[in-house]
């Protein structure tokens, strides 16, 4: 390989990473220089990256990485508060979830949520497994983010309702799929393109172990035309670097309302004339949203490793 080639990285392991490039995928390490002036991130190169790849004594190597048009990063853990970019790239995110098995978390939900909006990666909700429930169970989450507003889209792999709309949703796009562990991300994959042969867990270990079934992200490509990635379920999620005043504006729907609040730098947590108050009196804010930014709002008035979790 006597000249660079550019790929597009399509899974990280701990000693390589995986490259697609001119239709075959490339294994490469990651030169040293690579790991210099990283700052306060914790990893240099994360799945949907675009790389330069070079040969030298120790074979293939990552020379250099193009700056990313967008990621998906957070805190990577509570003993490490560095910032570990997810995935770059994207065009949009589909935060999977479901009601039931595993239940429906706000919380989780708004921190994605959250991060998108810092990034301005277009979101939307899935809402999985609606077979296990009755369908008006869906409406107080479609209501609440039908506001803010994201769409929101009911799902079942066991149904088939709403296969399609999320198949036309991922063609042509570069899609990543998020969300906790058993909320079916890889078998909603397999149901829109079966050759994937993802690994699906098995139900009743999960909820006994509490087990991650898809251990890496992994960029997939879609016959259909697009691309998607499928990750590993996670717990918690914490924005890296956000001040108080950013967080505000990442709640659209609580950025809105503030435009009424007596102070123009008002925290929506105990000033006078806080237009929240009313909004949520009014139930023109949901409890769940303004609950969320709050706990938002206390973690980073605080010491960061205090209280994020691992995955
Ligand atoms: N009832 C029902 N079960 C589903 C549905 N979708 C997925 N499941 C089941 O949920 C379990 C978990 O599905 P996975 O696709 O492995 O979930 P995942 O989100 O990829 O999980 P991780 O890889 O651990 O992050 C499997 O047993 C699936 O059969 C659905 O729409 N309805
Ligand atoms: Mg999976
Ligand atoms: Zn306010």
Redesign the pocket.
């Known amino acids: 390989m006597s000249r660079a080639n550019r790929g597009r990285v399509i899974q990280v392991d701990a000693k390589q990473v995986h490259v697609e490039l001119d239709g075959r995928v490339q294994p490469a390490a990651l030169r040293g220089g690579l790991f210099e002036d990283m700052g306060r991130a914790k990893n240099p190169v994360a799945v949907g990256d675009y790389v330069e790849l070079d040969e030298d004594v120790e074979g293939v190597v990552v020379c250099k990485v193009s700056p990313r048009r967008n990621y998906l990063g957070r805190i990577a853990s509570s003993h490490d508060p560095r910032e570990q970019v997810l995935v770059a790239n994207v065009d949009q995110l589909l935060i999977i979830s479901s009601l039931r098995q595993p239940g429906f978390s706000s919380n989780r939900t708004d921190r994605i949520l959250a991060a998108c909006e810092w990034q301005e990666i277009p979101a939307i909700l899935v809402l999985n497994k609606v077979d296990l429930i009755k369908p008006e169970e869906t409406e107080g989450i479609c209501q609440t983010y039908g506001s803010v507003p994201i769409p929101v889209l009911p799902t079942s792999a066991v149904s088939g309702l709403g296969l399609d709309e999320l198949g036309a949703l991922l063609k042509d796009k570069v899609s990543v799929l998020y969300g906790p562990s058993g909320a079916g991300k890889s078998t909603l994959l397999n149901k829109i393109q079966p050759g994937l042969n993802l690994r699906e867990g098995r139900i009743s270990k999960y909820w006994k172990q509490g087990r991650h079934t898809t251990t890496h992200s992994h960029l997939h490509p879609l016959d259909m035309g697009g691309y998607v990635v499928d990750t590993p379920g996670i717990r918690t999620f914490r924005l890296f670097d956000v001040s108080a005043r950013e967080l505000r504006d990442l709640f659209p729907d609580i950025h809105r309302?503030?435009a009424s609040?007596?102070?123009l730098d008002?925290?929506?947590d105990h000033?006078p004339?806080?237009?929240?108050d009313a909004a949520l009196e009014d139930g023109k804010l949901a409890p769940s949203r303004w609950a969320s930014y709050l706990e938002m709002l206390d973690e980073l008035r605080s010491d960061p490793k205090e209280s994020a979790e691992d995955q």
């Open positions: 309302i503030s609040c007596q102070f008002c925290s929506h000033e004339g806080c237009a929240l």
